[in-house]
């Protein structure tokens, strides 16, 4: 490699004598024995470094030749004359020690010619300084420096740059086979390419990077076709993202920083779009075999390396989805089979176990969602669509709104959970609430809620008042404050009715001539807090009678614009039994009591002539009765004696009934409030969606048919999804009862009556 001395030489100025005139022949054969020499000295033959005074003439004869008058000025024949000598000294040197060598050499005799025409450059670049300072500039010509350069990208590199591309990637395969290479001559080859371009990176793209990315291409099809027939999923998402990590270090290397998104995106297509589909479904390893064995680790890798392709998560999201569900519906599955199977274990015991499968369910792959898979949409989603699936089925006949109120329930009513901390209760119950965004018609487990709430505190089934109330404080955090309202004025009005009773007792107290002949406790509600309750005028016994008038004497000293509803099917009463074998306490409900006290007036009753004394209807009669002669406790004997109530059945007090214990509770048959809590569901959704619609006509006047629909949707969907055609039913309705009107001209267009 030749020594580049330019740098140690300034720029030397002769004068001379407006006589002296150097003619062509004269000064060119001068600076020809320069060029001579120099060439010998770039090419390690045997010659002398340039001395300063050498330095001093050749430049200024140039300088000479420049400054004459004219006829002896001969800057243009100079001009011509610098690139004819870089022309000879590539054709007669440079090409030659390129043509036959190959591979590996060719890249080294490349590099090394393009460094010593680099300095070739810069030392003919000194000698015509002069001409390059004043006679380029003043016509707008390409500096000599790049002339220069010019001359060897038409002459070498465009001869040679076909052989030096092939031989760079075939040596860039190797390096991916394993093998070592010369990283520092790859990198000054590169730089070649690129520098070829000017300061654009046109050459090395057209030229070099082209056909890199192609023949990448071409070599991880091969490598990936061979692996998926191979390698389980792991070992080839491993092996991926292994190759992508290797190819980002080739970049940083020796390729140009603009090619590592190019070549990323070759790799990631041809190891990971291409059989995209073929891996992540591999029957024993793929993305469900992943999801399936908890290969945590694996996962994490797979979204990583998918993450970065373009759509390249949807397929591991519905795998996910799929997988999610699948799980689901096998417990479905289990729970179904259980309940068909009479020897399960307690009732409703494997559907409270369901649920709580369920939530661990959720938990786990939440855990997935956020730690392998960073909280993604596309994920966020697939698990969302996959729990709104499973939550939204149902279960042995039930809704799962009312299996997660049958297990809110049993954890919180008395007796009825299993022995847990606070804290394992808490943790159960916040797994629940967490489920409950699922629910489509979140309503429905509202109303059950309530319906269980209700007889909790009603009946002092509550095993921790706190607990209830941060229960209440979860289910308003996940689904706002209208949705917990009535449940909250629950609890509140319970606290209000505690100490209602407490100034009727001490109304009691201050009135001795007030008595209702035995001890009475009475609960006030408000109305719009509590679930509905049926309500009929019951014929009471003068026992009871005589308790509500002295409660409404207490009530109206109180208040005199409040109306007492008196929902007796919500009572109970503690009687006194005299059998002849013993006497025992009975606790009943209020329609209990009320008929067996009928047989303190006579032995015997027909069963018209209860139904005409107690004025209830037939099924709660035929309830009532059931409880008290056929079922556990027969305090009542019935003729005929058969387990069915017929209207013409006689009953008689059973005076002989005994019992070990001195008091019992005669439970009535239980009551399937389903079908009743979804009526009133129903209801209250036409009073929404009525109230939806009033509300968007109210601000917006006038509105196209769809675009109403639309919005009473998107205003709903909160609480429950609303069917279309239910929507449209309510709009015709409220158009009947004239809250809107069609507009006359355009009937798509509903207007607002005020």
Not at 56 to 79: F, G, H
Not at 554 to 576: A, H, M, Q, V
Request: charged letters at 30%; proline letters at 3%; one cysteine or more.
């Amino acid at each position: 490699m030749a020594r580049d001395s330019v740098a140690g030489y300034g720029i030397f100025v002769t004068t001379k004598t407006e006589l002296e005139v150097i003619e062509w022949d004269q000064g060119w054969d001068y600076m020809q024995k320069g060029f001579t020499k120099l060439k010998r000295i770039l090419e390690g033959l045997s010659e002398s470094q340039f001395t300063s005074e050498e330095n001093m003439m050749l430049y200024t004869t140039i300088y000479n030749m420049c400054t004459q008058k004219p006829p002896y000025d001969y800057s243009w024949q100079l001009y011509d004359k610098y690139r004819e000598v870089l022309d000879e000294y590539i054709t007669s040197a440079v090409l030659p020690s390129l043509r036959n060598k190959h591979d590996e050499f060719l890249l080294l005799e490349f590099v090394k010619r393009w460094e010593t025409h680099k300095v070739m450059v810069r030392w003919l670049s000194f000698f015509f300084n002069y001409l390059d300072r004043f006679f380029v500039c003043r016509r707008s010509l390409p500096k000599l420096r790049e002339v220069g350069l010019t001359r060897f990208r038409d002459l070498v590199y465009r001869a040679v740059k076909a052989n030096v591309r092939v031989a760079v990637i075939a040596i860039i395969n190797k390096e991916r086979e394993g093998e070592q290479i010369d990283i520092a001559l790859l990198k000054n080859v590169v730089n070649i390419f690129v520098e070829m371009g000017m300061g654009q990176t046109d050459a090395y793209e057209e030229d070099f990077e082209a056909q890199m990315l192609h023949d990448t291409s071409d070599y991880y099809s091969r490598k990936a076709s061979s692996w998926i027939l191979e390698d389980s999923c792991p070992e080839y998402i491993s092996k991926a993202e292994e190759c992508l990590r290797r190819e980002r270090d080739r970049v940083s290397h020796y390729l140009h920083s603009s090619s590592e998104q190019k070549l990323i995106e070759k790799v990631q297509f041809e190891l990971l779009v291409v059989y995209s589909g073929p891996l992540l479904e591999k029957d024993l390893s793929g993305c469900r075999a992943l999801l399936r064995d908890d290969q945590v680790e694996d996962l994490s890798r797979m979204y990583r390396l998918f993450n970065k392709i373009p759509r390249g998560l949807e397929p591991i999201a519905r795998l996910f989805r799929e997988h999610v569900i699948a799980e689901g519906i096998t417990l479905v599955q289990q729970t179904e089979n259980a309940a068909n199977d009479h020897s399960s274990n307690g009732s409703g015991m494997r559907e409270q176990i369901y649920v709580k499968e369920i939530a661990e369910l959720h938990d786990k792959y939440m855990a997935y969602v956020s730690d392998c898979f960073m909280n993604h949409s596309f994920l966020r989603r697939a698990i969302k669509e996959a729990f709104e699936f499973i939550c939204n089925k149902t279960v042995a006949g039930s809704s799962c709104a009312e299996l997660l109120v049958a297990l809110c329930d049993n954890i919180l009513k008395t007796g009825g959970r299993e022995k847990s901390s606070d804290e394992a209760v808490e943790e159960t119950l916040e797994k629940v609430v967490k489920l409950l965004p699922y629910i489509s018609d979140k309503n429905l487990f509202a109303e059950f809620y309530r319906k269980k709430l209700a007889r909790r505190l009603l009946f002092n089934q509550s095993s921790n008042e706190d607990l209830e109330k941060s229960t209440l404080a979860k289910l308003k955090q996940q689904c706002g404050g209208q949705f917990t309202s009535k449940m909250e004025g629950m609890v509140t009005d319970l606290t209000l009715a505690r100490e209602n009773r407490t100034g009727f007792e001490e109304y009691l107290h201050s009135n001795p001539n007030v008595n209702p002949g035995m001890d009475l406790t009475v609960t006030v509600l408000t109305t719009g807090f509590w679930p509905s309750y049926k309500s009929f005028d019951l014929n009471l016994p003068a026992e009871l009678v005589k308790c509500v008038e002295v409660f409404k004497g207490f009530y109206e000293t109180k208040t005199k614009n409040r109306k007492l509803t008196w929902i007796y099917s919500l009572g109970t009463c503690n009687i006194i039994g005299k059998f002849e074998a013993k006497v025992i306490e009975l606790v009943v409900s209020t329609y209990q009591a009320a008929l067996l006290l009928l047989f303190n007036t006579a032995d015997r009753w027909s069963y018209s002539e209860i139904f005409t004394q107690l004025n209830l209807n037939h099924d709660d009669l035929v309830r009532i009765l059931h409880s008290l002669s056929c079922a556990k406790y027969k305090i009542l004997v019935k003729e005929p004696n058969t387990n069915t109530i017929l209207p013409n059945d006689t009953f008689e007090f059973n005076s002989k009934f005994t019992h070990k214990m001195r008091r019992i509770k005669i439970p009535l048959p239980p009551v399937d409030e389903t079908k009743e809590v979804i009526e009133d569901v129903d209801k209250d959704k036409r009073y929404a969606i009525d109230a939806a619609v009033v509300r968007i006509m109210k601000s917006r006047k006038a509105l196209r048919h769809h675009e109403l629909v639309v919005g009473c949707v998107e205003q709903l969907e909160h609480m429950f999804k609303p069917d279309i055609r239910a929507i449209k039913k309510r709009i015709e309705d409220l158009i009947t009862r004239d809250y809107l009107e069609r507009d006359k001209e355009n009937l798509k267009m509903i207007r607002y009556l005020a």
